[in-house]
């Protein structure tokens, strides 16, 4: 795990947005690898606070960052707690804000993780490893109704009743024991026909994911909460991977904009997506969004 590296989605579009040059404190709110707060401090940014909800990746943003040591705060939390961690820090406004909704590569490629049908690896799927029910926890008391909601909803997979009772009998029976036997139960019931772009375990993994570490809970009080810790002229830019995420996010920025107590320009009416030359480099980013604000006062 040690030589693994995230490649930063986005990110000189990204630097592009949030303007560091000669700013004083972003805050990464999802630090991972330290990519994005690299190139952040590369680019002229005073300091930067990280946080990450998986404590795994902490060591490698801090060798990463090490040449800024003085000017890195690293802290194990979820981004949905940044109100208390700026609290903590004594820091009542940034200069700038970040956030990265998707998985690192550590989480994708590490083992023991969970997150990939291509690993046979422990039901788990949780970033953070230290709180929480892993999915073989949950699927043990996972209903065959529940779970298709979950898989329809998370993954906009069509196949979600059949792959879900699928999923329930076999955990209620032999049991599933590592990722590779769950992608086998979802591949058997979901039946597609010919030759398909995708794996067809992808959807319902993604939809697993999601669902045991709660992607989508708070995502638009967060948005707000560092809308609001933001100096006047100072940014916000939030990758998404998923179309629910990059909902919410979209709706949040506009509904700011449109009126209440902050006064928020929004910059992206449309979200930027990667380059061809970056997709060449890193197919993981075909589905990244990006969006920004402006904080005005």
Same mark, same amino acid.
């Given at each position: 795990?040690?030589?693994?590296?995230?490649?930063?989605?986005?990110?000189?579009?990204? *630097?592009?947005?949030?303007?560091?040059?000669?700013?004083?404190?972003?805050?990464?709110?999802?630090?991972?690898?330290?990519?994005? $707060?690299?190139?952040?401090?590369?680019?002229?940014?005073?300091? *930067?606070?990280?946080?990450?909800?998986?404590?795994?990746?902490?060591?490698?943003?801090?060798?990463?960052?090490?040449?800024?040591?003085?000017?890195?705060?690293?802290?194990?939390?979820?981004?949905?707690?940044?109100?208390?961690?700026?609290?903590?820090?004594?820091?009542?406004?940034?200069?700038?804000?970040?956030?990265?909704?998707?998985?690192?590569?550590? #989480?994708?490629?590490?083992?023991?993780?969970?997150?990939?049908?291509?690993?046979?690896?422990?039901? &788990?799927? /949780?970033? &953070?490893?230290?709180?929480?029910?892993?999915?073989?926890?949950?699927?043990?008391?996972?209903?065959?109704?529940?779970?298709?909601?979950?898989?329809?909803?998370?993954?906009?997979?069509?196949?979600? /009743?059949?792959?879900?009772?699928?999923?329930?009998?076999?955990?209620?029976?032999?049991?599933?024991?590592?990722?590779?036997?769950?992608?086998?139960?979802?591949?058997?019931?979901?039946?597609?026909?010919?030759?398909?772009?995708?794996?067809?375990?992808?959807?319902?993994? #993604?939809?697993?994911?999601?669902?045991?570490?709660?992607?989508?809970?708070?995502?638009?009080?967060?948005?707000?909460?560092? !809308?609001?810790?933001?100096?006047?002229?100072?940014?916000?830019?939030?990758?998404?991977?998923?179309?629910?995420?990059?909902? *919410?996010?979209?709706?949040?920025?506009?509904?700011?904009?449109?009126?209440?107590?902050?006064?928020?320009? !929004?910059?992206?009416?449309?979200?930027? /997506?990667?380059?061809?030359?970056?997709? $060449?480099?890193?197919?993981?980013? /075909?589905?990244?969004?990006?969006?920004?604000?402006?904080?005005?006062?």
């Amino acid at each position: 795990m040690a030589t693994i590296l995230h490649e930063p989605v986005l990110r000189a579009e990204t *630097v592009d947005l949030l303007e560091p040059a000669g700013r004083g404190l972003v805050v990464d709110c999802t630090v991972g690898t330290g990519g994005h $707060a690299a190139a952040l401090l590369e680019a002229g940014a005073d300091r *930067v606070v990280g946080l990450d909800r998986d404590a795994e990746v902490l060591p490698l943003a801090r060798r990463r960052l090490a040449a800024w040591k003085d000017r890195v705060e690293l802290v194990h939390a979820d981004y949905r707690g940044l109100d208390d961690v700026l609290d903590r820090l004594g820091v009542e406004r940034v200069d700038g804000a970040l956030a990265d909704l998707g998985c690192s590569s550590v #989480q994708l490629e590490a083992e023991g993780r969970g997150f990939s049908f291509r690993r046979d690896d422990p039901l &788990d799927m /949780r970033m &953070d490893r230290t709180a929480g029910p892993t999915l073989a926890d949950l699927l043990a008391e996972a209903t065959p109704e529940g779970l298709a909601d979950v898989i329809f909803e998370y993954g906009e997979e069509f196949r979600s /009743r059949p792959i879900a009772r699928a999923i329930v009998s076999a955990a209620a029976g032999a049991g599933i024991g590592t990722t590779a036997e769950l992608a086998a139960v979802v591949r058997r019931a979901a039946r597609y026909r010919g030759r398909s772009r995708i794996d067809p375990a992808t959807r319902t993994f #993604q939809a697993l994911r999601i669902w045991v570490n709660r992607e989508l809970d708070g995502l638009d009080a967060f948005v707000r909460a560092a !809308v609001g810790r933001l100096k006047a002229g100072a940014r916000l830019a939030v990758i998404s991977f998923h179309s629910l995420e990059d909902r *919410v996010v979209k709706r949040t920025l506009r509904e700011l904009e449109r009126g209440g107590e902050l006064a928020v320009r !929004v910059l992206t009416r449309k979200p930027l /997506r990667p380059a061809e030359e970056e997709l $060449a480099r890193n197919p993981r980013a /075909r589905s990244a969004r990006l969006r920004a604000a402006w904080r005005l006062a």
